[in-house]
């Protein structure tokens, strides 16, 4: 007969207390009687026996047992240890109630939360030390004789929190066991996830009893809301059948992603294959043991004492049956322990043991709780200390994977998260990246990591984009038909702006790329204003292309953000400039600046003639001679061939600054006459050419209607070449002077004719440009080969002639030092001059003195005759 949770408590209320008394009481008076007999400690087990773990679990139990007796401080100890299991099949009232008679002082188990919560109404009368019932909502606080030899199912939400994240996850779906161990863990799972900025967007609860039919209708319900992302926490026994069905309906496949908890991932060793079959792909968390000797000779025994013809397949050793064989020795601990502290405050030296009998006298149940609470010691799960009841969190959970077989891809721990491998020393090495676990196999044996998807009807519509279709300009949008495989292929620049776009989205989405064909018209307008008009419809979900927003078509559908260079621009030709001018060479100066060269040519000449004539015979002679070296010398200059040497140092400071200038001047001419000899200067537009707007173009009649042009509409204008073909001849020719339209058309076209044709007052009217978000730089870089639609081609503009004003600084240089040498040199010569006529008046008297006798002049009539010698 079975029975119900609030049955069973009700019947515990009245049938358990009365029950556990007898046994007490029994047990105890047994105990009086053996005062001079070892004494043994009853200890009652309760363990589901159907299930893998609990029969694992009572033999890793019997094993402990084992090594208490073998150990050498225990073999003179008269205290010894007896199990009473009881299997329980998972109502604990059934165990409880078979009516043996023996002593119980303590039970170890229950195996699940359900029975642990049931077996807490006991109170302080009997401890209950459970290796496997992990639910949150029990504590000291309620039972305060439960004891917790297992960790919360709390602990392990940051692990599952951090996983979500890394995989970058942010919507995604629950599915926990309607039981109290099931919804334990829901609202710290819910609040790690919120903190780490995922959405559970659905939860589905199923019993632990459901039917397969009803697990298989949950799973349908899913899959129609296309949920591809789960957190599955359940019993092991409910998992079994959960996964087998969701193999079965096609959500274990590619694009699947499932994560389990501890509970499951606890047991995959002990799952038979049909499971784990069934699981192919799942991702898993649990405790993280770390090796050691003990465990590695424990497992050593394990396989010799498992062996039997009815267990050929042995088992591994999972978590719980360490934690099963440490929850014996922490009891036998306390006991010793409390025994000889008896022992001690009776000081009875009649008989070395007796202390050992008045056990069950003394101390109660809650003594043994609160020694067991302080016990730490190094079982084979670890280090065992208690705290508030439970077993401490451990530093690291394993992540492990199922994929051909269980494996482990990495650890989590509390300090440095996600790592693949564990340092002692700093506990984890810190390695956050999910690229740096291990590889991991996903569902449908994918290695790419699941997107998740939008929450939508999976019976719904895959998203319906449609595309223009256009003859020229693919490097926008391109549509190929496959004439074999009559595939449509779709590409170009907008198309991989609107891929980039999706591929940014946190979610999955599927699409459908449809041609929007002629035949698709239903109502008047231009192409690109008939396919909006489908997106209205609903006929199309999007449309995807060279769009450009206008507002009429903004009153119909609503547009993306811009990603191209917003207006209209003008195309026109452009001609190498080769003048038949044969006074070009006088272009590069003005007027003004030729005069004041001259004037400063003939000004340096003189100034250099005032300075040198006077003592550098090369300066001397006539006058047109004279005049002749001026205007020779200053202009030899320009080409630094001057013959003449100078003298003073006054003129050849003057020389050196005008040659600077002369160079300054020589240099300046080249560059501007080479500009403009090689310039690409735009082609005249008079009133009245021709220009023509492409087919379908927004930049129509309605937005040239003041521009003093001809409108030539009537020219097809389809592909790049079309454009060129109608740029190339002249309007008198047939032809036309100027295209008008989009600038990212113009700029594609230039990208490609940027030597023959340029533009001219960009963004003469406004568009809004083309619609849809992205990595736009690197796009562009991709389709217009380094002619980027966001970088502006600036026209060509006419060179302008070099003025005397941008050289007044240079002119004003050599004026004033070629002024103040003049100046120099005149107050120089007329000081020389005053200094040479004293020193003839001062040299005559000497002159006469020095004269020879003989040297007197004579006299003749009518002529005076002088005869001198020079010495």
Known sequence: MKLTMASAKMVSMFILPAMLHAFSSFGWSMAQNSHHRPHHMHVGVILDMESPVGEMAQKCMTMAISDLNATPSQNNHPLKLILHPRNSMGQPLKALSSGENVTKRTLIGPQTSEEAELLGELGDRVPIISFSASCPSLSREKNPNFIRMTTNDNSQVGAIAALVQKFGWRELVIIHEDSFYGNGIIPDLLLALHEGNARVVHRTVIPPQARDIYVEAQLYRLMALSANIFIVHMSPSLASRFFIKVDELGMMSTGYGWIVTDGIANELSVMDQSTLDSMQGVIGIRPYIPPSKRIHNF?????????????????????????????????????????????????????????????????????????????????????????????????????????????????????????????????ANQSPSVRDMGSIGWPGSSLAIPKVQRIMPKAGKRLRIGVPIKVGFKELVGVELDPVTNATTVTGFCIDVFKAAIDMLPYGVTLDFIPFTNSNILMGGSYYDNLIYQVYRQKYDAAVGDITITANRSSYVDFTMTFTETGVAMIVPIETSRSTNMWIFFK???????????????????????????????????????????????????????????????????????????????????????????VHQLQSMPKGESIVLPFNSPADQKFLIDLPFKKHSSYPLRKVEDYANALRDESRKGGISAIIDEIPYVKLFLSKYSDQYTTVETSLYGTEGFGFEGKLYLISQNW???????????????????DSYSFRGLFLITGITSAAAAIASRKYMKKESTTSQQHDVADKPVEEKFSPVSDIPSRRTGSKHIRRYSY
């Open 299 to 427: 497992s050593l025994k394990w396989r010799n004492s498992f062996f039997t013809k009815q267990h050929p397949q042995i088992p591994e050793v999972n978590v719980y049956c360490l934690w099963a064989y440490d929850s014996v020795w922490a009891l036998a601990t306390a006991a010793h322990h409390l025994g000889a502290t008896t022992s001690i405050e009776k000081k009875d030296s009649a008989n070395k043991f007796a202390h050992l009998a008045a056990i069950p006298l003394r101390p109660t149940g809650s003594d043994l709780v609160r020694t067991i609470l302080r016990a730490k010691f190094t079982g084979l799960s670890g280090e065992i200390q208690l705290k508030n009841g439970k077993l401490q969190q451990p530093l690291a959970f394993e992540i492990v994977n199922v994929f051909g077989r269980v494996k482990r891809i990495g650890f989590w721990t509390q300090f440095n998260e996600i790592t693949t491998k564990l340092d002692r020393s700093t506990v």
């Open 784 to 802: 217009f080969q380094n002619h980027s639609l966001y970088t502006n081609q600036d026209s060509a503009a006419k060179v302008a002639r070099l």
């Open 588 to 678: 590069p100066l003005t007027v003004d600046l030729w005069l004041v060269i001259g004037a400063f040519f003939v000004f340096t000449g003189f100034v250099v003639w005032t300075i040198e004539h006077n003592d550098n015979d090369e300066f001397k002679g006539p006058l047109a001679r004279q005049i002749g070296i001026v205007m020779w010398f200053s202009f030899a200059t320009l080409f630094f061939a001057q013959r003449e040497k100078l003298i003073s140092n006054l003129s050849k400071v003057v020389v050196i600054v005008w040659l600077f200038v002369v160079l300054i001047l020589t240099s300046s001419y080249t560059a501007n006459l080479s500009s403009i000899l090689t």
